[in-house]
């Protein structure tokens, strides 16, 4: 009775438990042709070996299936909880680059919501930095990047440019000089992932460390480096927990200034307490 038992869960048990996952229809040629592969293995083994043949046959299917659970549900999860541990949480320290000359972000729109405002250009006005905005495809390969600079005066003729900002007020506000946003050159047919500058400017990068399914996430990284002389050295590292709604570490101090969003927060931590909205009324125009 047990083997009789143990073979309908593997033939049909198993099928019918994955075809109630949501969009699993789609794999009805594999449910059938497991019913077929187990129907037939299950059956020899009974001819050769009676029921201590089913028994090991079923015992075999059903732990590639517990494989298949744990490789495809268990272990994301475990990774994904390494991920978000905030012991891993790096505390800042200060950079030696005080200005400087790029500034990258890197699949920082793919966790960061850029609806209510535009970090890139708020960063390009108050530092005078090339902000790289660098935005990748599976597998970390870079799918397009685009370069925003700023230059002085208000009259924009170049192609690219315009002399408003997005801010955290419904229109946009004029500038007393120009945003140039131009596209990098590709580098999705070399399938690279590195993007090679002409120069080796002091830069500061912010980078999305991103899983790269589409599993549920419990939260957003960002790792914070400089490079200067061909070296990069890690400066930190941000977790911003979902299940909280806490950042760890969190720079923001106690009191108005809390209510920042998380990642303008980083942002004013890694380039200075000076970026932000306050210094970028400087260059509105009324």
């Known amino acids: 009775m047990l083997a009789l038992f143990a073979a309908l869960f593997i033939i049909l048990g198993v099928p019918v438990l994955f075809l109630s996952v949501p969009a699993a229809g789609m794999f009805l040629p594999v449910v059938a042709i497991w019913i077929v592969v187990t129907s037939i293995v299950i059956g020899g083994a009974y001819l050769a070996f009676g029921r201590k043949g089913v028994l090991v046959a079923s015992g075999v299917f059903f732990a590639f299936v517990a494989w298949a659970i744990g490789r495809g549900v268990i272990g994301p999860r475990v990774i994904e909880n390494m991920r978000c541990s905030a012991s891993d949480a790096m505390t800042l320290q200060p950079p030696r680059i005080r200005r400087p000359a790029r500034v990258v972000l890197d699949d920082v729109q793919r966790i960061v919501s850029y609806d209510k405002y535009h970090p890139l ?5 108050v530092t005078g930095a090339e902000v790289v905005e660098i935005e990748r495809l599976a597998r970390g390969h870079i799918g397009i990047a685009w370069s925003t600079k ?3 005066g208000s009259v924009c003729t170049a192609s690219g440019s315009r002399n408003t900002i997005r801010t955290s007020d419904p229109q946009q506000q004029r500038l007393d000089l120009c945003l140039t ?4 050159p590709s580098s999705s047919e070399r399938m690279t992932k590195t993007l090679d500058f002409a120069d080796a400017a002091p ?9 790269e399914d589409t599993g549920p996430r419990k939260c957003d990284v960002i790792d ?4 200067g002389g061909g070296a990069r050295r890690q400066l930190g590292r941000f977790i911003y927990d979902w299940r909280d709604h806490k950042l760890h570490p969190d720079p923001r101090k106690p009191g108005p200034g809390r209510s920042d969003h998380w990642f303008t ?7 200075g307490e000076q970026v932000g909205e306050d210094a970028l009324k400087q260059h509105f125009v009324y």
């Open 203 to 211: 830069s500061i990068l912010f980078v999305a460390n991103a899983r």
């Open 224 to 227: 914070i480096y400089e490079e």
């Open 121 to 125: 250009d708020m960063v390009a006005v």
């Open 150 to 152: 700023a230059s002085p």
């Open 181 to 184: 946003r131009t596209e990098l």
């Open 265 to 271: 927060a980083i942002i004013r931590a890694v380039l």
